[in-house]
């Protein structure tokens, strides 16, 4: 089936410092999703990509649907303790309806 | 914006017994709902996936039987983990898709934390 390879697995930053993180896939998905996911919770949309090339900006985070339509990454700039979590790329194809997520960045931010 | 509500947040029950598990869409109707199990550090695995009206797909390895899903509604959908055993200790989450939104993406319940003793 498909699968999403994100890396880094976790990433342990100084508070200020940006972020990246990037998600490959062996097969095209039709929209990228970048979701946050803090202790007990749900995920949380960050933000939503749908067209290859894309180039989105969500405040300090910024997300690019790669052009081949199997990759995409997402930066975080100026890194701040409550980005403090567990951020998860997520592949949809619409015919299909399922989300198929990547295995997570765990991102902790020393201060 | 599109809210997912699930409830209970958290429950705890003895071996043996069944826990039913709520998601609601709050202001939009649904006729797909997902349901996903998710273990410590580890990524959500989808469960199966609740259509409005008629019977869930489960994925593979999933028992249905197990895992009872109803979306009687268009706005709930309902997971009953029957005859609760230790190792179906987790977390759930449901999520749900807009569709009457053009390229909607899917908003996650809060999930429930599942604690069987």
């Known amino acids: 089936g498909q699968q999403l390879n994100q890396s880094p697995q976790s990433m342990f930053i100084q508070e200020g410092e940006d972020v990246s993180m990037n998600c490959t896939s062996s097969?095209?998905?039709?929209?990228w999703l970048w979701y946050k996911q803090e202790p007990g919770e749900g995920p949380v949309l960050l933000i939503a990509?749908?067209?290859?090339?894309e180039l989105t900006s969500n405040g300090r985070l910024t997300a690019q649907f790669g052009i081949t339509r199997k990759d995409s990454f997402l930066n975080i700039s100026a890194s701040i303790p409550s980005d403090v979590g567990i951020y998860f790329c997520?592949?949809?194809?619409?015919?299909?309806?399922?989300?198929?997520f990547g295995q997570g960045t765990r991102l902790t931010i020393n201060p | 914006g599109a809210v997912v509500s699930q409830h209970p947040s958290w429950v705890i029950c003895k071996s043996g017994t069944s826990v039913k598990i709520e998601c609601r869409s709050l202001?939009?109707?649904?006729?797909?709902m997902f349901w996903y199990r998710q273990f410590p550090k580890q990524s959500l695995m989808l469960m199966a996936t609740?259509?409005?009206?008629?019977?869930?797909?489960?994925e593979q390895g999933v028992e249905k039987d197990k895992f009872l899903i109803n979306h009687a509604s268009l706005t709930l959908s309902t997971l009953t983990v029957t005859s609760a055993h230790p190792e179906d200790s987790s977390f759930y989450i449901c999520?749900?898709?807009?569709?009457?939104?053009?390229?909607?993406?899917?908003?996650f319940g809060n999930g429930t934390r599942l604690t069987v003793t």
């Open positions: 999520s749900a898709h807009d569709l009457t939104t053009y390229n909607s993406p899917l908003h």
């Open positions: 097969s095209i998905f039709n929209t």
């Open positions: 990509l749908y067209k290859a090339g």
């Open positions: 997520a592949g949809l194809n619409q015919g299909a309806q399922k989300l198929v």
């Open positions: 202001d939009f109707q649904a006729t797909t």
């Open positions: 609740s259509n409005e009206g008629s019977k869930a797909t489960y």
